[in-house]
Antibody, heavy 120, light 110 residues
Framework: EVQLLESGGGLVQPGASLRLSCAASGFAFSSYAMSWVRQAPGKGLEWVSTISGSGGSTSYSDSVKGRFTISRDNSKNTLHLQMNSLRVEDTAVYYC?????????????WGQGTLVTVSS | QSVLTQPPSASGTPGQRVAISCSGSSSNIGSNTVNWYQQLPGTAPKLLMYSNNERPSGVPDRFSGSKSGTSASLAISGLQSEDEADYYCAAWDDSLNGWVFGGGTKLTVL
């Protein structure tokens, strides 16, 4: 059974940093692209970033480019999102999502999400 | 403002058929397949439809999808109370080199 468990969320001040993690199990982690998708309170889904199975290819939304870094540790079946220079508008539930295969394939499994609150 | 455009709300009575539209452009829906996600209240999104009209295992055949040009549509027939949820369309965007979502449609079963 595929399981994705996010962690690392919390309350931080504007300008601070936070690192999210997503522990994956139930599938051959290194064979699948992974993504982060966020949802601000009461709002819709917003794609944040995607990384290929090998980790050699990454892409980011314009809203986080230069501030967030996606990475993965295939030896530990873990996905990360390093978030720097956080802004109030980054407040959201952050979901990790597994791709069916490649970066441009649909998300077939989602985690339960971790809440990031950026506030002074 | 979302790249893909969906109506913010839709409604129907039990047993009815409802359709939710999703409009995009040549760089996303026009050149890539459309996926739909269902988000029940207080839960994470779940894959509902992929590659325009393919249902994952476990999704009832009451749900169907279609795509034409730069638009797509999700149809739900035989509406049930448990279908009350938010529905999102998504597609890969070749110009943005990333995923784009619709703003979501809140479906109410009256």
């Amino acid at each position: 059974e595929v399981q994705l468990l996010e962690s690392g969320g919390g309350l931080v001040q504007p300008g601070a940093s936070l690192r999210l993690s997503c522990a994956a199990s139930g599938f051959a982690f290194s064979s699948y692209a992974m993504s982060w998708v966020r949802q601000a309170p009461g709002k819709g889904l917003e794609w944040v970033s995607t990384i290929s199975g090998s980790g050699g290819s990454t892409s980011y939304s314009d809203s986080v480019k230069g501030r967030f870094t996606i990475s993965r540790d295939n030896s530990k079946n873990t996905l990360h999102l390093q978030m720097n220079s956080l802004r109030v508008e980054d407040t959201a539930v952050y979901y990790c999502a597994k791709a069916y295969r490649s970066s441009w394939d649909h998300f077939d499994y989602w985690g339960q999400g971790t809440l990031v609150t950026v506030s002074s | 403002q979302s790249v893909l455009t969906q109506p913010p709300s839709a409604s129907g009575t039990p047993g009815q058929r409802v359709a939710i539209s999703c409009s995009g452009s040549s760089s996303n829906i026009g050149s890539n397949t459309v996926n739909w996600y269902q988000q029940l209240p207080g839960t994470a999104p779940k894959l509902l439809m992929y590659s325009n009209n393919e249902r994952p295992s476990g999704v009832p055949d009451r749900f169907s999808g279609s795509k034409s040009g730069t638009s797509a549509s999700l149809a739900i027939s035989g509406l049930q109370s448990e279908d009350e949820a938010d529905y999102y369309c998504a597609a890969w965007d070749d110009s943005l080199n990333g995923w784009v979502f619709g703003g979501g449609t809140k479906l109410t079963v009256l």
